[in-house]
């Protein structure tokens, strides 16, 4: 019985000691440097000059921010994006590698696809225009 005691206070340590880490590397200002679109018949679009940042407070647990990218079509038509991220309260899901970002009336399902302490991958499923948006970003010192 103590076994199994010790073996669960560990592994709520373990837990712990995870989301902690993973909000200490994404607490601060973060640069976007490329933004990949994928639509639903599977075509990629990349925008490797995108204008905008995410900015993380890990204490208040708030993300901000404002990404600005264009992408050319199959068809060579230029489409104009964005997101934007006013003071949302995320929440991490550490076990599925998650953040939800929510406001009042929106919510984002961001996949953390890698995370160290100066890069950020993540991506989302854009249920309107049905599109995987994927953003790579740079922690700014």
Known sequence: MKR????????ILIACSKEKSIERKL???WLVTKVRIQDSEGFTYDDTIPNGELSFNASNKLVSGKVKFDYSTITLAILKDSLQL??????????????????????????????????????YYDLQKYQMKRFVLVKKE
């Open 4 to 11: 199994i005691i010790y073996l669960a206070i560990f592994l």
């Open 27 to 29: 607490d601060g200002n």
């Open 86 to 123: 006013n003071d949302f309260n995320y929440q991490l899901n550490t076990d599925e590698g998650r953040f939800y970002a929510d406001s009042a009336n929106l919510r984002y399902d961001f996949r953390i696809l890698s995370l160290t302490k100066s890069d950020l991958q993540i991506e």
